[in-house]
Protein backbone atom coordinates (compact mmCIF):
# COMPACT_ATOMS: atom_id res chain seq x y z
CA UNK A 1 0.00 0.00 0.00
CA UNK A 2 0.98 3.02 -0.78
CA UNK A 3 0.39 6.61 0.86
CA UNK A 4 0.85 10.11 -0.55
CA UNK A 5 0.83 13.41 1.98
CA UNK A 6 1.46 16.51 -0.03
CA UNK A 7 2.46 19.88 1.45
CA UNK A 8 3.67 23.29 0.32
CA UNK A 9 0.42 24.70 -1.05
CA UNK A 10 -0.65 28.06 0.04
CA UNK A 11 -1.41 32.16 -1.17
CA UNK A 12 0.88 33.81 -3.44
CA UNK A 13 1.22 36.68 -6.21
CA UNK A 14 1.00 36.23 -9.93
CA UNK A 15 4.91 35.75 -10.90
CA UNK A 16 5.78 33.99 -7.63
CA UNK A 17 6.76 30.64 -6.75
CA UNK A 18 5.50 27.51 -4.62
CA UNK A 19 7.50 24.28 -3.58
CA UNK A 20 4.63 21.63 -3.06
CA UNK A 21 5.83 18.25 -1.46
CA UNK A 22 4.46 14.80 -1.81
CA UNK A 23 5.89 12.65 1.13
CA UNK A 24 5.62 8.73 -0.26
CA UNK A 25 5.06 5.24 1.80
CA UNK A 26 5.39 2.10 0.14
CA UNK A 27 7.34 -0.22 -1.80
CA UNK A 28 9.52 2.17 -4.50
CA UNK A 29 8.14 -0.49 -7.57
CA UNK A 30 4.56 0.63 -6.30
CA UNK A 31 6.02 4.21 -7.46
CA UNK A 32 7.27 3.52 -10.66
CA UNK A 33 5.42 6.45 -11.95
CA UNK A 34 4.76 9.30 -9.74
CA UNK A 35 2.62 12.60 -10.68
CA UNK A 36 1.61 15.86 -10.19
CA UNK A 37 -2.31 17.01 -11.39
CA UNK A 38 -4.62 19.58 -10.81
CA UNK A 39 -8.21 20.14 -10.75
CA UNK A 40 -10.19 23.85 -10.62
CA UNK A 41 -13.82 24.05 -9.39
CA UNK A 42 -15.75 22.71 -11.81
CA UNK A 43 -13.49 21.52 -13.83
CA UNK A 44 -11.76 17.85 -14.11
CA UNK A 45 -8.66 16.83 -12.94
CA UNK A 46 -6.18 17.57 -15.17
CA UNK A 47 -2.08 16.73 -15.48
CA UNK A 48 0.24 18.53 -14.75
CA UNK A 49 3.61 16.52 -14.79
CA UNK A 50 5.14 13.02 -14.35
CA UNK A 51 8.53 11.51 -13.40
CA UNK A 52 9.65 7.89 -13.47
CA UNK A 53 11.29 6.37 -10.72
CA UNK A 54 15.00 7.34 -11.63
CA UNK A 55 14.47 10.47 -12.99
CA UNK A 56 15.03 10.37 -16.47
CA UNK A 57 11.69 10.23 -17.73
CA UNK A 58 9.87 13.73 -16.98
CA UNK A 59 6.96 15.10 -18.80
CA UNK A 60 4.98 18.19 -18.78
CA UNK A 61 1.56 19.81 -19.50
CA UNK A 62 1.86 22.13 -22.40
CA UNK A 63 0.45 24.80 -20.36
CA UNK A 64 3.58 25.06 -17.25
CA UNK A 65 6.17 23.32 -20.14
CA UNK A 66 9.52 26.31 -18.72
CA UNK A 67 7.73 27.11 -15.26
CA UNK A 68 7.08 24.09 -13.66
CA UNK A 69 9.81 21.30 -12.55
CA UNK A 70 9.30 18.35 -11.23
CA UNK A 71 11.91 16.00 -9.26
CA UNK A 72 12.44 12.94 -7.03
CA UNK A 73 14.42 12.61 -4.15
CA UNK A 74 14.03 8.41 -3.44
CA UNK A 75 16.39 8.43 -0.40
CA UNK A 76 13.62 10.91 0.73
CA UNK A 77 10.75 9.43 -0.61
CA UNK A 78 9.66 12.64 -1.75
CA UNK A 79 8.08 14.09 -5.30
CA UNK A 80 8.82 17.68 -5.43
CA UNK A 81 6.89 20.43 -8.39
CA UNK A 82 8.98 23.10 -8.24
CA UNK A 83 6.45 26.51 -9.49
CA UNK A 84 7.70 29.65 -11.01
CA UNK A 85 5.93 32.82 -12.96
CA UNK A 86 2.59 31.23 -11.40
CA UNK A 87 -0.55 32.45 -13.51
CA UNK A 88 -4.07 32.86 -11.74
CA UNK A 89 -5.13 29.97 -13.87
CA UNK A 90 -2.63 28.25 -11.76
CA UNK A 91 -5.27 28.15 -9.39
CA UNK A 92 -6.50 25.00 -8.15
CA UNK A 93 -5.95 21.68 -6.14
CA UNK A 94 -3.13 20.02 -6.52
CA UNK A 95 -2.81 16.06 -6.63
CA UNK A 96 0.14 13.79 -5.99
CA UNK A 97 -0.36 10.39 -7.80
CA UNK A 98 1.67 7.36 -7.67
CA UNK A 99 1.59 4.14 -9.71
CA UNK A 100 3.63 0.81 -10.35
CA UNK A 101 2.90 0.55 -14.00
CA UNK A 102 5.12 1.95 -16.47
CA UNK A 103 3.38 5.30 -18.00
CA UNK A 104 6.42 7.05 -19.84
CA UNK A 105 5.30 8.42 -22.40
CA UNK A 106 2.13 8.03 -23.51
CA UNK A 107 0.02 7.42 -20.24
CA UNK A 108 1.49 9.92 -18.20
CA UNK A 109 -1.91 12.09 -18.10
CA UNK A 110 -4.24 8.90 -17.79
CA UNK A 111 -5.63 9.76 -14.38
CA UNK A 112 -7.01 5.52 -14.23
CA UNK A 113 -3.88 4.28 -14.28
CA UNK A 114 -2.65 5.78 -11.20
CA UNK A 115 -3.34 3.45 -8.48
CA UNK A 116 -3.03 6.22 -5.45
CA UNK A 117 -3.50 9.42 -4.89
CA UNK A 118 -2.79 12.20 -2.22
CA UNK A 119 -5.62 13.91 -0.21
CA UNK A 120 -4.22 17.78 -2.14
CA UNK A 121 -3.36 20.82 -1.31
CA UNK A 122 -4.52 24.17 -1.98
CA UNK A 123 -2.70 26.73 -4.66
CA UNK A 124 -4.12 29.96 -5.08
CA UNK A 125 -2.02 32.50 -7.16
CA UNK A 126 -3.65 35.71 -6.68
CA UNK A 127 -3.68 39.03 -8.55
Known amino acids: QVQLVESGGGLVQVGGSLRLSCAAS????????MGWFRQSPGEERAFVAA????????YYADSVKGRFTISRDNAKNTVFLQMNSLKPEDTAVYYCAATSRWIFPNRVGVLRDYQYWGQGTQVTVSS
Open 26 to 33: GRPSSRNG
Open 51 to 58: ISLGGGNT
